[in-house]
């Protein structure tokens, strides 16, 4: 394109030495390619294809089960429920159908019209666009070419692995032909093949016939095998999100026992803040007992050196100011404001020990999902999650209250 571009320049600067304005001419014709180019273009959705065997689901409904397990009673019967119809539908023949469109009317006629064909062991129900089917097979109906939200759906559908078909209803038969090119091209963007468009009309189904009894009878367990393949790793995220929830609330009685060692070891002791924290091994068996819960499977010598880069980067990030501890070791070395002194770091050790926590949570959440970064980098992401949930540091808070600095506001801060 940059080539063509070029020789038709060098085409044209013959005929702008000749006419003084067709510089103009020639800036117009620039200013048109350069905002061609610039402007977004359809992407071409490639879909990868996946052909799936009971055993990868079987795997997949494994490691479900063991998340299960860890959930208490109350929190685990209803995934436990899910779970039991999952490992069922396997062994069963029944196809999940999903008739789906903008247009309730032509929704509710094509349902009636597959009805009537007595397909056997089919389950058919109706949706609109507002969100995605739970279906081995979708016949998404359409009355023209693609509207932005019928797209969307499109393109959804076909990352996720549905086996779908576009059942085409043309309300106006005069712009047939030019309708049939708009769709084609849309189907070519969306990496969908030419026979997964049907075109039908009120009086002749014969074609969606033909088409559903062959998918049926050819692709049957593949449909069903891919649908509960979906619906499994859907189930596995909703145990994840469960089971972390219920981490999350064991860990919360942990940090705050080590929220109030920490403020108490650290008024009553003359060491600064940040040694005291690591030396007395706060730090260390917070981590520990943390990923304990997470089911880390470190000693407790293992934890010291996630601990330090931990705090290493709590500093380094500025979560936590070195003025802290020497406001607070300058005020403890006078009598008359020792009181304060100790109460400004025993509040820092709190509000290090608590951040600390709820990072060391975020870490072992995510450091299991992506596997491609340096350790460092995980606890960084993490430090930084952290300091947006728990807000500004004692030091902070205490300028604000003095109006030495504007911050925003306190909620989060360690109980």
């Known amino acids: 394109m940059a080539i063509a571009a070029g020789v038709i320049f060098l085409a044209l600067s013959g005929w702008v030495a000749q006419h003084p304005w067709g510089w103009l001419v020639l800036l117009g014709l620039g200013l048109g390619y350069w905002y061609w180019w610039r402007s977004p273009r359809a992407a071409t959705t490639v879909a990868p294809q996946l052909t799936l065997q009971p055993q990868q689901v079987n795997a997949e409904l494994a490691q479900t089960r063991a998340l299960l397990q860890e959930l208490p009673a109350a929190a685990q019967a209803p ?94 038969m005069a712009e047939l032909e030019r309708v ?69 609330e064991r860990s919360q009685p942990i940090i705050e026992r080590y929220q109030w060692l920490g403020a108490a070891a650290t008024a009553v002791n003359p060491l600064p803040l940040l040694d005291l924290v690591m030396a007395g091994g706060l730090l260390v068996r917070l981590t520990w007992e943390l990923g304990q819960i997470y089911h880390r499977s470190f000693r407790l010598a293992d934890a010291e050196p996630i601990a330090k880069e931990l705090l290493r980067l709590v500093v380094q990030l500025g979560a936590v100011e070195l003025g802290t501890q020497s406001l607070g070791q300058w005020l403890k070395g006078h009598s008359v404001t020792y ?69 925003p506001s306190v909620e989060g801060m360690p109980q």
């Not at 006629?109 to 056997?120: D, I, K, S, W």
């Not at 058919?124 to 969307?152: C, I, K, N, W, Y």
């Not at 088409?211 to 994840?240: K, N, P």
């Not at 949570?361 to 606890?379: A, G, N, Q, W």
């Open 79 to 172: 995934l436990q429920h899910t779970y039991e119809q999952l490992q069922h539908r396997l062994n069963t023949p029944t196809v999940d159908i999903c008739i789906l469109g903008q247009s309730c009317r032509w929704v509710a006629h094509l349902a009636r019209t597959v009805e009537g064909f007595g397909l056997p062991h089919c389950h058919l129900h109706q949706q609109s666009l507002a969100t995605v089917p739970q279906a081995d097979l979708v016949l998404l109906t359409v009355t023209g070419a693609l509207t932005a939200s019928e797209f969307e759906m499109v393109r959804v559908l076909v990352m996720g692995q549905y086996r779908l078909v576009i059942v085409w209803l043309p309300e106006n």
């Open 180 to 248: 049939n090119v708009h769709l084609q091209q849309q189907l070519h963007q969306l990496s969908l093949k030419p026979e997964q468009l049907l075109c039908i009309t009120p009086t002749d189904n014969t074609a969606l016939a033909t088409t559903l009894s062959q998918i049926l009878s050819q692709e049957r367990s593949s449909l069903v095998c891919s649908g509960t393949y979906r619906r499994a790793q859907q189930l596995h995220q909703q145990a994840q999100t469960a089971l972390n929830a219920y981490r999350r």
């Open 339 to 407: 009181l304060a002194g100790s109460c400004l770091q025993g509040a820092t050790a709190a509000y290090v020990l608590r951040l600390s926590g709820l990072s060391l949570i975020h870490y072992f959440e995510t450091v299991p999902h992506v596997k491609d970064m340096p350790f460092s980098s995980y606890l960084r992401q993490s430090v930084q999650w952290a300091r947006r949930q728990v807000g500004r540091s004692p030091l902070q808070a205490l300028g604000a209250s003095m109006g030495l600095t504007s911050s």
